[in-house]
């Protein structure tokens, strides 16, 4: 039985979800410690709380949620090897990075995208949108996504190269893994034709820094 429940404050809408005899701690993410987490059973955290042993030996906890669609936070083979649920939010902010990526194109070319051609590295819920919204202002949308061009072999997907010779824009909305890690390194931007304007909607160390510089 669940007795005992810690949010990272900055978590909204939980106010008043769980039962009364429920125990509920709202928490800043420095106070989520591993002291903090002993008797907890479940935590909902966000990224700035590693999920991972150093956190979580010897604790009750048995499930986590993070409210985000990256879960590069979460340790899962320590959870799994110890029977700790764990599951994030697939989509939870898409709208809203659709909505940035819609501002930084329509001020960064206010003359308009008509002729453009757009690069999208990683089509799910949040690339998949930004398919639709620059078809919508008249650009020529590209989309590159390995796992589901192997699996859905009808949808005409591109490979990395063919997006680097024609792309003017390239957005990125991958997980963060150790294939997508440094995926943007001096040797793809080199393989690109136009120098395009590269904006990475995922996980900072999706680019690699140095090299951008």
């Given at each position: 039985?669940?007795?005992?429940?810690?949010?990272?404050?900055?978590?909204?809408?939980?106010?008043?979800?769980?039962?009364?005899?429920?125990?509920?701690?709202?928490?800043?993410?420095?106070?989520?410690?591993?002291?903090?987490?002993?008797?907890?059973?479940?935590?909902?955290?966000?990224?700035?709380?590693?999920?991972?042993?150093?956190?979580?030996?010897?604790?009750?906890?048995?499930?986590?949620?993070?409210?985000?669609?990256?879960?590069?936070?979460?340790?899962?083979?320590?959870?799994?090897?110890?029977?700790?649920?764990?599951?994030?939010?697939?989509?939870?902010?898409?709208?809203?990075?659709?909505?940035?990526?819609?501002?930084?194109?329509?001020?960064?070319?206010?003359?308009?995208?008509?002729?453009?051609?757009l690069g999208i590295i990683g089509v799910g819920n949040?690339?998949?949108?930004v398919a639709k919204m620059a078809t919508d202002l008249g650009m020529t949308v590209l989309l590159?996504?390995?796992?589901?061009?192997?699996?859905?072999?009808?949808?005409?997907?591109?490979?990395?190269?063919?997006?680097?010779?024609?792309?003017?824009?390239?957005?990125?909305?991958?997980?963060?893994?150790?294939?997508?890690?440094?995926?943007?390194?001096?040797?793809?931007?080199?393989?690109?034709?136009?120098?395009?304007?590269?904006?990475?909607?995922?996980?900072?160390?999706?680019?690699?820094?140095?090299?951008?510089?």
């Amino acid at each position: 039985m669940v007795k005992q429940v810690i949010i990272d404050k900055g978590i909204p809408f939980l106010e008043g979800v769980f039962p009364p005899e429920i125990e509920v701690l709202h928490l800043s993410p420095e106070d989520i410690t591993p002291e903090a987490v002993r008797y907890a059973d479940a935590l909902f955290v966000r990224t700035r709380t590693r999920i991972n042993k150093e956190l979580l030996h010897g604790s009750n906890v048995r499930f986590v949620a993070t409210a985000t669609i990256g879960y590069d936070h979460i340790d899962t083979e320590y959870c799994a090897q110890n029977k700790i649920e764990w599951t994030n939010c697939p989509g939870c902010n898409a709208n809203s990075v659709v909505n940035y990526i819609h501002a930084v194109l329509t001020t960064l070319f206010p003359e308009g995208l008509s002729g453009k051609t757009l690069g999208i590295i990683g089509v799910g819920n949040v690339g998949s949108r930004v398919a639709k919204m620059a078809t919508d202002l008249g650009m020529t949308v590209l989309l590159n996504d390995p796992p589901r061009a192997q699996n859905e072999p009808h949808i005409p997907f591109k490979t990395l190269s063919e997006l680097q010779q024609v792309c003017d824009i390239l957005t990125f909305h991958v997980p963060l893994t150790s294939d997508t890690h440094h995926l943007v390194d001096a040797p793809f931007l080199q393989n690109c034709q136009h120098k395009p304007l590269i904006i990475n909607a995922a996980r900072g160390e999706v680019c690699d820094t140095q090299a951008l510089l």
